[in-house]
């Protein structure tokens, strides 16, 4: 069956319908709770991979290096759930880095902008140019959050399967709406569906053991071979090759690794004004 | 009571059906294959096949043409889509037509075995494992279909 990822401007009402739709389908749900155990398993600070998916990476907050590093993990652990199938997914980004495997429904759902005014001003009444003003900054963060993090703009319907309206369409009628979505053929998981989600839950972990070290590592997976693209000096090709072999080589799923080393022009030319 | 199931392959690239017929023939599956998509229509108009297993694209005819073809005799039919271009798009397609299933190529002999018991299965075929005989160069062990109670008049 298929996974359906949910995403909102509204946090309680997405999880109100993701909830309402996994119970109708009979699917597991995950949101943010598992980002205990991803903060345990890698010895970071839970609070700040919240952070990590609400804000950019920023001098006071959180840094750009362990912005992604977090990121990689979250993705991991996400991964990892959807491959499993027959889940509920919200609040995750999940929407934003399983783009391109056809079994997964990705949903928006669009807040009553009455009720999201009522949500944000917390029981005050505002003027209505004060929310307005509320709610775009909220979009525009968001944006800016999901293009620095993914170059995907989160906030383009165009980025979904459907997008429902609650101040149209009740929220009764999106869960049977959304339940109903999960039984279309294109929506189907295939043998080659299948195989792309696993070869991406399988880029997802490499990625993450790589990241501590390797901050700017690309990977990717085909079956059990995955390639790994990352930037070095010359002098530091062999090296770096023979690590990240080994740290991918650990991961029992990985049969061959592809080493592409790149160039670091930037630190090359530093280096030569010394 | 068993019967084998009846598939057809259709792959305008000769080695396909050279690799995957005694690949299906080791699993029990008895497979005729063809390079010329328009003499593979003209079988399947002959003939009733369980599983119709199809490359996408060709130069004389794509898959989706063949699905809809083999579709519209016999809507029963599972059709497996393989192909070395695959895209999320072309996948979409392809289920939203009806194809059972899609694979990209290149893909090892048991992913397709997986596939076409699956497909079996949902035909109301029993499908069990039999031990593989010592004639059997890598221990796949064969299939053993039963017939689906309503293909009793086939």
Redesign the interface.
Known sequence: MPVVTLSSDSDPLSREIAVRAATALGYDYVDREILKAVAERHGVPEADLHKTLEESPSPFGISSKNHARYLAYIEEATLAVLLKDNVVCRGLAAHLYVR???HVLKIRILADPKKLAGEISSGRTPSFEKVSALLKRRERVRRRWSLDAYRVDETDPSVYDMVISLARIDPDEAVKTIVETTGY??F?P????L?CMKDKALAGRVRAALMDRFPDVRVQADGSSVVVQTKALEREKQKRTEIIKKLAGDIPEVAAVEVQILPDIFRKAAESFR | MERQIRLLLLDDEPIVGKRLVPALAKIGVETESFTDPEAALQQIARKDFDIVVTDFRMDKMDGVEVLRRVLQKSPRTKVIIITGY?T?EI??QA??I?AF????KPFKPN?LR??VAKAARALGFKVKDKPADSSSAHGDSKMEFSDPPDASGR
Do not use: V
């Open positions: 391109g495997i056809s053929r294109k189907k295939m043998t080659y569906s195989k | 695959a999320l996948a979409r289920l939203a009806g299933d899609f694979i990209a992913d997986n596939i």
